[in-house]
DNA sequence: CAAATATAATAGTAATACTATTATAAATGA
DNA sequence: TCATTTATAATAGTATTACTATTATATTTG
């Protein structure tokens, strides 16, 4: 948990951990370092072991913050779409125009560019990269329904649900709000992922942000000029 | 290589196998068993080992076929997509209006149910819900822009421009056809997830298919009444 | 300064994802 | 038909993974 511009929290099922790694210098190495050897290697590759050689400490303490790297992932990506909420919520706050809120929550969460924020030890932009390439494995498992009984998918669902909010406020009547948002969430992560990979696919126009597809494909879909 | 109407090939990366299953009964079993298998117990969790308990066969032997499990689910996966766009050419061939086209190919592409057909070592129900829970691990890996140049993903990516095909005979003036392509294409396989874990961000109307969603989507986006 | 707590080091385990080698069975071809 | 090729099965072995458990050594705190 850490307090934001003193107002909403990160807040992150305490299930992810054994012990807060906010709590101690070694655990704030862990997280920090985590995200990066994880960009670097990717999730399939990363163990403890070798987080382990990079903060210059041992497996065995790693073991005591998190009981597993899925965990960890799980932590991680919370952590994220706490993030994002965050920045959702802020930024929205003041607007009394649907129609404008709604833009800018598109705007939030198909930006490729990342925010700069005052987490002295979690880096953003590698976070991002993170999401777009490791998130669906954190989900994809066959433990996922007990873990969402859980609580480990809340921040993000509450996020899809959030934005459902948004849209509703735009058009009461559309009967696939829900669906609408996550296509956009999940589908802006996703869109990033082709625009790196996939080159073929992606279209010309699509190489800045794919900010200008969503809010085209949400407002038309919803009926407004 | 499998005939289909004695037209269209399943066609699949010769890269993905040894030696190919469609050759030998033991390949077929192998193909057939490990379909089933990774739905049981996930992709994660599943072995050569396993499949060789289950089908009285050895491990060794199953790796003359495949060299590993991710080359498997590569094979599966394209088998799948390679299917998808035999359906979709086949369904579609004679229909002159491009409107009426695209509204076939959506719904081929976002159907729960799925069609019978005449490969009797491959359940195609079953191997769907792979595609649903396993695809995304085929290429969320380090190894993605390699196994890109090498074709892997071709087939994918071929049905993703024949989509994208029908949407610029529709409205050639639409600058994001890809992308909307591969969110309706990518974006189905998710919400059947969704619908299937995450219920509580799932919408009521969703109950059946998600066919309606993308309909109107595409054709509001498009601006076609 | 003693006790509690955090961290590090070491060792060990079952399972994974393979490779390599040899043995045996089945199919084919001269 | 029998020799040869080819397919399959069995066995063994490897480095790595994803941990758990135990003990030792720092560091903090009361």
């Given amino acids: 948990m850490e307090r934001l511009l003193s107002n909403i929290k990160i807040s992150i099922n305490e299930k ?21 050897l994880i960009d670097e290697i990717g999730f399939d590759n990363f163990t403890f072991k070798k987080l382990g050689v990079k903060i210059g400490s041992n497996e065995s303490s790693i073991y005591r913050y998190f009981e597993s ?3 960890l992932l799980l932590y991680l990506t919370s952590w994220y779409w706490s993030w994002m909420e965050y920045q959702l919520v802020f930024s929205t706050h003041s607007i009394p125009s649907p129609k ?9 969460l198909t930006q490729t560019t990342v ?5 002295s030890h979690i880096n953003e932009v590698v976070l991002k990269r ?22 480990y998918f809340s921040t993000y669902k509450r996020l899809v649900t959030r934005l459902k909010d948004f849209i509703l406020e735009l058009n009461n009547s559309y009967e696939f709000a829900f669906s609408l948002a996550s296509t956009v969430i999940d589908g802006a992560l996703h869109m990033q992922f082709i625009k790196d990979h996939f080159q073929s696919i992606s279209d ?8 200008e597809f969503y809010k085209e494909l949400v407002f038309k879909t919803l009926n407004i000029a």
Wanted: glycine share 2%.
């Fill in 16 to 36: 992810c951990y054994l012990k807060d790694p906010e709590s101690s210098d070694l655990g704030k190495r862990i997280v920090e370092n985590s995200i990066i």
């Fill in 69 to 71: 790297k899925h965990k």
């Fill in 100 to 108: 404008l809120k709604l833009e800018i929550a598109i705007s939030i």
């Fill in 115 to 119: 925010l700069d924020s005052n987490f």
């Fill in 130 to 151: 993170i999401v777009i390439n490791e998130y669906s494995k954190s989900y994809l498992t066959k433990e996922v329904d007990l873990e969402n009984k859980e609580g």
């Fill in 204 to 211: 010309k126009k699509m190489e800045k942000e794919p900010t």
